[in-house]
């Protein structure tokens, strides 16, 4: 296979395409899909958590009882019981139904390109934590707009640096962001949460400043201990937060299934520009799983399977890693972000790590900013045999040491 750079048509590609192409993780993220070692490095379910068993009695249950239809473009009435399931999780969560609207997309970045299309033009001014999960970084750049980078601190975005930005770019004259993107439950990478007060203080400079909010919660429903805080989209009333949310931790990342909640008016719009397709037949089965009760029953015990493994990645990280590196302590989600001492770059490292038997994701692949991050590292202990967390670990403090 030629280098891309090589093919002639590639000259024909996007700017966009060629700088994701040519960026140092896009060459990392290919060299820890195929790399040989304990995988801390991407945020995959543990495959015994994908419930087989339920998952099989839904898709017979469909065929049995709407055969051909239930393959047909729209479906059959399962299809029909997502939506509903959908709506009833945001109701639960505090969204109020008579305010809101629901649009099924095919997962979570699905759903936040999906509002991206509706919303911004080349040169906006989109807004994210720093850092950000990388997926959503790759949608706001395929758009061609400035992204604006804000401080996360122990308590996720740092509202108040919000603010001063805010502030400082009305003073100068320079254009305001359109949306600020924000994942306020268990945070990738950082694993932080946002208060209810900075949430609350999030929605009025919204209001203020007038933009909309994008919150990703794709970890809500993961939280292992502390108070659940209400999302943003249940605090805002004014119509701006538009929300979105997966099944790809819960359920599983193949199914491709999320959702977007938001204002009617906005879930028509990005509705008006959706393009390809419904994929009806997984809806179904999905609806189905969701209605039969099999989702909800599957929550504790998988609540309870990454509580221990989050417990055993911290316990290995304090047994071994070097007196000069920090580390957050998630009360959900998936993730923990390591910093080191300014001098370690784990870009350079991640060679000597998946040769050591371990793989991360080197922070700078968090930032818009080429510059930042080198120092830090995000570590999932949502995937790999919890039983070999230690020697991992053990193995990546000789390399950053
Ligand atoms: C914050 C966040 N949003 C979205 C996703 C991806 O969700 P989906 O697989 O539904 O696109 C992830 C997964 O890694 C994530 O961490």
Redesign the pocket.
């Known amino acids: 296979m030629r280098d891309s750079a090589e093919h002639p048509v590639s000259e024909l590609l996007t700017p966009e395409a060629r700088t994701t192409l040519d960026g140092s993780g896009y060459g990392s993220w290919r060299r820890l899909a195929t790399a040989d070692a304990v995988s801390l490095a991407f945020?995959f379910p543990y495959p015994d958590s994908f419930r087989l068993d339920r998952l099989r009695e839904s898709i017979e249950t469909v065929l049995a009882s709407e055969g051909r239809q239930a393959l047909q473009y729209g479906g059959g009435e399962y299809a029909d019981l997502l939506e509903s399931a959908v709506r009833n999780r945001a109701t639960a969560r505090g969204i109020d139904p008579d305010e809101t609207a629901v649009l099924l997309t095919n997962?979570?970045?699905?759903a936040v390109d999906s509002v991206c299309r509706a919303f911004l033009e080349p040169g906006d001014v989109v807004a994210v934590e720093r850092p950000t999960?990388m997926?959503?970084l790759t949608v706001f750049r395929n758009f061609g707009v400035e992204i604006e980078e804000l401080p996360v601190d122990d308590a996720g975005l740092d509202v108040d640096a919000l603010a001063d930005r805010l502030h400082a770019r009305r003073a100068a004259g320079d254009p305001i962001p359109k949306l600020l993107y924000t994942?306020t439950d268990f945070q990738?990478p950082t694993g932080t949460t946002l208060s209810r007060k900075g949430r609350e203080r999030l929605l009025a400079l919204a209001d203020e400043f007038d933009f909309a909010v994008v919150e990703?919660g794709?970890?809500t429903d993961l939280r292992y201990e502390g108070e659940t805080v209400p999302p943003l989209a249940a605090l805002d009333d004014a119509g701006r937060v538009i929300r979105v949310e997966?099944f790809?931790k819960t359920i599983a990342?193949g199914v491709r299934l999320?959702w977007l909640v938001a204002a009617e008016p906005i879930r028509d719009a990005i509705d008006a520009l959706a393009a390809g397709g419904a994929n009806t037949f997984t809806r179904s089965v999905i609806g189905h799983y969701c209605d039969a009760g099999h989702l909800e029953a599957s929550l504790p015990p998988l609540r309870e399977a990454y509580a221990a493994r989050r417990d055993r990645l911290l316990d290995a990280l304090e047994r071994h890693m070097p007196a000069s590196a920090t580390w957050t302590d998630p009360d959900g989600g998936f993730f923990v972000w390591v910093e080191l001492d300014e001098s370690v770059d784990t870009d350079d490292r991640l060679d000597d790590a998946i040769d050591a038997g371990v793989t991360y994701l080197p922070g700078s692949m968090f930032y818009a900013d080429p510059d930042a991050g080198s120092n830090a590292l995000r570590l999932s202990f949502s995937y790999a045999d919890p039983d070999a967390f230690d020697d991992a670990i053990a193995a990546l403090a000789t390399v950053v040491d």
């Open positions: 945020g997962g979570a970045t699905h999960f997926g959503s994942i990738n990703d794709a970890y997966s790809a990342p999320g």
